[in-house]
């Protein structure tokens, strides 16, 4: 494909190599997908955690929580974005794939999703 039919986002996003078999790319867009559903599941559950612990928590525990999982949503978000751009220029020129850096970041959020979670079990076992 020519270099002025790309368009200037791409131009500037992905501006070397040559267009990888479409598969990939799409398989690439996939995964970006499924990562932004996770943190979109992660926004949700601090969103829920707010909104619903009320008895769970004490306010000042239950909004920490649900700031630290909401945020690790958001940081969730921009690894995709990140892990996205990365994949497609290393697809691209031929490079070995990086590893996925925010595997380790949804590691974390889960075990404290799940320790929150476990929390608020034995919290309102305990009232």
Known sequence: MPEQDRSRLARWLLPEGSEPDPRFTLANERTFLAWIR?????????????????????????????????????????????????????????????????VPLLAFGAVVASLAAIAMIFWSVGS
Request: glycine content about 10%; charged content about 15%; proline content about 8%.
């Open 38 to 102: 996770t943190s979109l599941a992660f926004l949700a559950g601090g969103t829920a955690l707010e909104a619903f612990a009320a008895e769970a928590f004490p306010s000042p525990l239950r909004t920490w929580l649900a700031v630290l999982v909401i945020g690790i949503g958001i940081l969730i978000a921009a690894g995709a974005v990140v892990r996205w751009v990365r994949l497609e220029r290393s697809m691209r020129s031929g490079r070995p794939l990086p590893i996925p850096a925010i």
